[in-house]
């Protein structure tokens, strides 16, 4: 971890930092804690460049005065304390043009009696206010999408344990040590969706993980799903949990030791399943090793193994891929079905920075992908499929209108990246708006259906020398020929800018090699190993099976 | 016999609330939960938070899973004439001492 992190709180939230150290693969040295108590001068620091984000946690009756004199049962105007909540958050929207700010919404103490059962009277209760308070400083912050206001009061549920008030006394700590330990993961797991290191699909076992019992055995009919079955309705919850993380972009698929065609006859048959076939972007359901066929799936869908997550009941198959596959997440899994849905929700691992319209339809797109694959076993020729794909590449200037999107792909993607540049949404903005320089946002569509935008090509120049300075794009689209699309409207683009020559600087990470066969693939100038140089004239040949459009401006 | 195992409970809470606050610690400053290890005073390694956190997080398993009440906090903090809890040792032993047991 080399972000550079600063804590910002009205209590000593010392815990909260130490907790974030020994997260695996944190820097200790990269996390500092303000001096509780200053609150607005920590904030407003100078810009400093090397702080990437502020984590900001503060006790509402200690930062908004007015909501500390409700707390003392003394009459307030409301509106008054919302004028407040707008100062707060103007605030941290300031601090969130120099960097992230995650924010921790306002929680009442526990078991806090405010006016009883009054204590939800609009105009009245500082439970009602409390809400107020914080769907207006939610709303204000939306508006920045640099800022994102974090849900505290789920921290704060989950501990078990009770808050020592001995802990407040002694050391200015108002939450139990587990409160600060879930805080910690929750963080890191939204740091880690700006970083582009979500997770993004869930592999599942079937017998006893999504269904109970052993459908070899038993065939569908004897299987425990739904129904007047405590064990069998916690099944179906569960699996109607994994379905509601599909519209946020995660993708579900399948690993099982199981014959296939029994295994799917109960997925299409069983009339209590809410998964079916068409809720999964791929299966390896056979009698082989699982660390290998995750191996196998992963390869199809051109995903990472950092981005999986495999849920298994059997506790050596979890064992074996854990070994096996270190980057995938292989969470310890409840014994008890009525806890599976628990687990699921405990994973802090499927934050999603932004969710676009190309992460809802992402299952469809890898369902397509699946009948592209197939139209290419029965094509002629590579070329004789690309044209019988129709692909239509749509070229547009990044904008207000495609900005969040853009940010996204410049912080999740990690195969076919030049620089691996990490930007927020102002940053790229700021970065274009420079005369020398160009941005093209790239969507992709074609007989199957339309991928969204997929990919980002930024170019500068300097004087007749142009330099491609982010080349971007989608594994999702790998394969088609867009690869070369791009890099002849890099050459357009720096052509259009005046270069006389293009320079390709590929600066490999542990994930981007990809990027580097894209381009060496591509028969460029190699004129260092990780060097490439095209001429502008006559520049990069577009593949004739891809049709360009440009959008308007 | 109930003092064996009034004895072998606080160690047990002693040894988990050590387990919790190393999550907190840096590897290399991890306390042992050996009878030996020193909590207080030279040569210990925990900070006065670190002493606070493992003293409440003591006290209130004591209390909420045991039924067994000790002001470990308050004697940390007024005791000016050596430390009766320097060692995890002494500490189980002081409480087992000490503790008013409940019914």
Redesign the interface.
């Given at each position: 971890m080399s972000v550079f992190l600063k804590l910002i709180s009205d209590f000593?939230v010392?815990?909260l930092a130490?907790?974030l150290?020994?997260l695996p693969g944190w820097d200790?040295e990269a996390i500092e804690v303000a001096r509780y108590g200053q609150f607005y001068p920590a904030l407003a620091d100078r810009p400093n460049e090397t702080i990437w984000a502020k984590i900001v946690w503060t006790q509402p009756e200690r930062v908004i005065a007015q909501f500390a004199t409700a707390c003392n049962l003394e009459a307030v105007d409301h509106e008054l304390v919302l004028d407040e909540v707008d100062a707060f958050a103007d605030a941290i929207t300031q601090a969130a043009n120099m960097q992230y700010v995650f924010v921790a919404s306002w929680v009442m103490p526990r078991n806090y009696p405010g006016y009883g059962m009054l204590d939800w009277r609009p105009g009245l209760g500082l439970k009602h206010l409390l809400a107020r308070m914080n769907l207006r400083l939610a709303e204000r912050l939306s508006v920045h999408n640099n800022a994102f206001l974090l849900n505290a009061e789920r921290w704060q549920r989950t501990a078990a344990?009770?808050e020592?008030a001995?802990?407040w006394y002694?050391?200015k700590?108002p939450y139990a040590?587990q409160v600060f330990?879930y805080a910690a993961t929750d963080i890191a797991g939204a740091i880690d969706a700006i970083r582009g290191k979500s997770r993004r699909l869930i592999v599942v076992d079937l017998d006893n993980t999504i269904w109970g019992g052993v459908v070899g055995e038993t065939g569908w009919q004897g299987l425990r799903l739904g129904g007047h079955d405590h064990i069998g309705e916690a099944f179906k919850d569960f699996q109607r949990e994994l379905k509601l993380l599909t519209s946020r972009g995660i993708q579900l698929a399948i690993v099982s030791k199981n014959d296939e065609c029994v295994a799917l006859q109960a997925i299409e048959n069983h009339p209590e399943m809410l998964l079916r076939k068409s809720d999964f972007v791929g299966w390896c359901i056979n009698w082989q090793d699982k660390a290998t066929n995750i191996l196998d799936l992963a390869k199809t869908l051109n995903l990472g193994l950092a981005s999986i997550v495999f849920i298994d009941d059997n506790p050596a198959e979890r064992d074996r891929v854990a070994s096996a596959l270190p980057e995938v997440l292989v969470p310890d899994w409840p014994k008890d079905p009525t806890a599976y849905v628990q687990a699921l929700r405990e994973l802090d691992c499927f934050h999603a920075a932004a969710i676009s319209s190309e992460d809802r339809s992402r299952k469809q797109s890898y369902i397509d992908n699946r009948e592209r694959e197939q139209l290419m076993q029965a094509a002629d020729s590579q070329e004789d499929w690309l044209r019988r794909l129709n692909t239509r590449v749509r070229v547009d200037k990044v904008n207000d209108g495609n900005i969040a999107r853009v940010a996204q792909l410049f912080n999740k993607t990690n195969q076919l990246n030049l620089s691996t540049r990490r930007l927020s949404e102002r940053e790229i903005l700021d970065w274009q708006s420079v005369d020398n320089r160009s941005m093209i946002a790239v969507s992709v569509s074609d007989h199957f259906g339309d991928m969204g935008l997929v990919g980002i090509v930024a170019v500068e120049t300097d004087g007749a020398k142009g330099t491609v300075v982010d080349y971007i794009l989608s594994c999702r689209v790998m394969g088609r020929k867009v690869e070369e699309t791009l890099l002849h409207l890099a050459t357009e683009e720096l052509s259009r800018l005046g270069a006389a020559s293009v320079d390709i600087r590929y600066v490999p990470t542990a994930r981007n090699r990809p990027t580097l066969e894209v381009l060496q693939k591509a028969r460029l100038q190699q004129v260092e190993p990780d060097r490439f140089s095209i001429d502008v004239k006559p520049g990069f040949a577009k593949p004739p099976a891809i049709a360009v459009e440009r959008g308007d401006d | 016999m109930r003092d064996v195992d009034q004895t072998l409970e606080i160690t047990a809470v002693v040894t988990h609330c050590i387990d919790e606050l190393n999550k907190q610690l840096p590897a290399a400053g991890r306390l042992t939960t050996t009878p030996d290890t020193l909590l207080v005073g030279d040569g210990g390694v925990l900070d006065s938070l670190g002493l606070i956190t493992l003293f409440v997080s003591i006290e209130q398993e004591l209390a909420t899973k045991h039924a067994i009440t000790c002001p470990l906090l308050d004697t940390l903090m007024s005791e000016t004439d050596g430390n009766p809890m320097e060692t995890i040792g002494s500490l189980v032993h002081w409480i087992n001492q000490n503790a008013n047991i409940g019914t």
């Open positions: 000593n010392e815990p130490r907790f150290r020994n200790a344990e009770a020592p001995k802990l002694a050391a700590i040590p330990e | -």
